[in-house]
């Protein structure tokens, strides 16, 4: 998520940067078509550039859907499961994902369920069992 945002981010003052540059041109007229077609293929570029992301989060997605849905579990489950993978409590899994430490442990007793284990611990082996973390 956070190479996401910094990937947009990046974009964002990219595009920025073209507009203040195209500011620039306006003063002498020989650089104008110049910085025009400089900007449409910037924005040709992002947009194929997007698309392309998109495909292969898309693609990364399917295959994180297909690896879980053998275990039932949901993504924020999955994620509570590896943040209990690495010895994490309730509620330091509840700061790092910004929930309450009750639904932490509704995912947990969830995880249990789900996964037919009666501890924290079988959980994480069925886990690892499964290649699910």
Known sequence: MMRTILFFGGLSVAVFLLFQLSKYAFTDFTYLAFTDLFIILAAFLFIVLGFFLSRILRSSSQTWSNTVN???LSRQEHKVLC???????NLEIAGKL???ETTVKKHVSNILRKLKAKRRTEAIKI???LEII
Do not use: P, T, W, Y
């Open 98 to 100: 910004f929930i309450a």
């Open 127 to 129: 886990g690892r069992d």
């Open 70 to 72: 053998n275990s039932n």
């Open 83 to 89: 943040l209990m993978n690495e010895g994490l409590s």
